[in-house]
C-alpha cells in the first residue's frame, strides 16, 4: 500500500510557502466534491462517469501527494472501465476514510 502523504511534490514550492497552503487548501475543497461525484455516478448506475471522475481525483491526488488517495483514483477508474460494480462500490466505500487521514495529514503539515 502507497503512503499516506508523500511531501516530495511539494517541494518544488519549498520557498513559497502561501502556494503550498493554497494547493492544499483548492485540494481539500475540490475533493470532497469529486467524491460525491463518483458516489452519485455509481448511484446511476454510470460506470464511465465513476471512472472520470476517478481519473481526475487520482490526477489532482497525485499532484499534492495524497498517494493512498490516488491509489484508489486509479483502481476506481480501472474498476469503472471494467464495470466492476463490487470493486467499485468497495473502494468507494473506503474513499471517506481516507480522504479524512489525508485532510489530517495535510492540515498538520508544517508549512512556513
Same mark, same amino acid.
Given at each position: 500500500?502507497?503512503? =499516506?502523504? /508523500?511531501?516530495?511534490?511539494? $517541494?518544488?514550492?519549498?520557498? !513559497?510557502?502561501?502556494?503550498?497552503?493554497? @494547493?492544499? +487548501? *483548492?485540494? @481539500?475543497?475540490?475533493?470532497?466534491?469529486?467524491?460525491?461525484?463518483?458516489?452519485?455516478?455509481?448511484? $446511476? /448506475? +454510470?460506470?464511465? !462517469?465513476?471512472?472520470?471522475?476517478?481519473?481526475? @481525483?487520482?490526477?489532482?491526488?497525485?499532484? =499534492?501527494?495524497?498517494?493512498?488517495?490516488?491509489? =484508489?483514483? *486509479?483502481? @476506481?477508474?480501472?474498476?469503472?472501465? /471494467?464495470? $466492476?460494480?463490487? #470493486?467499485?462500490? $468497495?473502494?468507494?466505500?473506503? *474513499? !471517506?476514510?481516507?480522504?479524512?487521514?489525508?485532510?489530517?495529514? #495535510? /492540515?498538520? #503539515? +508544517?508549512?512556513?
Amino acid at each position: 500500500m502507497p503512503a =499516506l502523504f /508523500n511531501p516530495e511534490p511539494l $517541494d518544488r514550492f519549498h520557498s !513559497q510557502p502561501a502556494v503550498v497552503r493554497r @494547493l492544499i +487548501d *483548492l485540494y @481539500l475543497e475540490i475533493t470532497p466534491e469529486c467524491i460525491e461525484k463518483i458516489q452519485a455516478s455509481i448511484g $446511476d /448506475n +454510470d460506470a464511465e !462517469q465513476v471512472a472520470f471522475h476517478a481519473h481526475s @481525483l487520482k490526477g489532482s491526488s497525485s499532484e =499534492l501527494g495524497a498517494e493512498q488517495m490516488a491509489d =484508489l483514483g *486509479l483502481q @476506481l477508474q480501472m474498476a469503472g472501465r /471494467n464495470e $466492476d460494480w463490487a #470493486l467499485i462500490r $468497495d473502494l468507494a466505500g473506503r *474513499l !471517506q476514510a481516507c480522504m479524512a487521514e489525508t485532510r489530517s495529514a #495535510l /492540515n498538520a #503539515l +508544517d508549512i512556513s
